[in-house]
């Protein structure tokens, strides 16, 4: 029978475990943005830290929105807990031209923009295996939706499978234009299991979504 660990050695075992333990959740968050890294905040805002460190949570930007789209965090967490950020499926960036939430903003947390094509809250990424367009059902919502209609979102005929005469009409995203007002997410007809687009704030790893959706729509139903 095996003796009982020594009170050093168990002491010496729980330590270990509870490195592993914050180890492993280390790595979980590196590879997933946080919570705040996710977040969309409003135009002319640059990455997480550059505008954490300038926003001052006055609601300026709140205020001079028309459209009421900025709204304050409302969390739980201190350190973002109401900064302004957008909930895009309730009510998306309508990309003012003059861009009035940046004008407001007393301490250039919001950066100026010289025109709303500079806009980059985020890139939209469309999840192919449950927009109605890539499933055969012809459907242009997010596509007439955007405000930079054939520069942001474009129009992709592709052929279906097994089927010579008709082809699909797919929405495709150019990550180089996107803005990420978040207009196709508002008006995206589908809700169930989820909305087939959605915002990424940050742009590598919405190219690395999209060629990942590329990869399994095309392998699933497509070609």
Same mark, same amino acid.
Do not use: W
């Given at each position: *029978? ?30 997933? !943005?946080?919570?705040?890294?996710? %977040? ?14 300038? =926003? ?19 969390? /739980?967490? %201190? ?30 947390? /919001?950066?100026? /923009? ?6 980059? *809250? &985020? ?8 927009? /109605? ?11 007439? %939706? =955007? ?23 797919? !929405?495709?995203?150019?990550? #180089?234009? =996107?803005? &990420? ?16 687009? #959605? ?8 190219? %690395?979504?999209?060629?990942? #959706? ?10």
């Amino acid at each position: *029978m095996a003796g009982k660990a020594a009170p050093g050695e168990r002491g010496f075992r729980a330590q270990a475990a509870i490195a592993a333990v914050a180890a492993s959740a280390a790595a979980a968050m590196a590879a997933a !943005p946080s919570r705040a890294d996710a %977040a969309i905040r409003p135009p002319g805002a640059r990455d997480e830290g550059d505008f954490a460190a300038r =926003c001052i949570r006055c609601g300026r930007c709140m205020e001079a929105c028309p459209y009421q789209a900025i709204h304050a965090d409302a969390g /739980l967490n %201190a350190a973002t807990a109401g900064m302004p950020l957008l909930d895009v499926r309730a009510q998306a960036c309508r990309l003012c031209e003059d861009l009035p939430c940046i004008a407001a903003c007393p301490t250039e947390a /919001l950066h100026a /923009l010289t025109s709303r094509e500079e806009v980059r *809250m &985020g890139v939209a990424v469309i999840r192919r295996d449950v927009c /109605l367009a890539v499933r055969g059902m012809r459907c242009e919502v997010c596509y007439r %939706a =955007c405000p930079l209609i054939d520069s942001a979102i474009a129009i992709e005929l592709r052929p279906r499978r097994g089927d010579s005469t008709h082809a699909l009409f797919e !929405p495709i995203v150019n990550v #180089e234009a =996107c803005t &990420g007002c978040g207009l196709c997410v508002q008006r995206c007809p589908v809700s169930d299991p989820v909305v087939a687009v #959605e915002i990424v704030r940050d742009k590598a790893r919405a190219v %690395a979504r999209i060629e990942e #959706e590329q990869a399994r729509s095309f392998a699933g139903f497509d070609a």
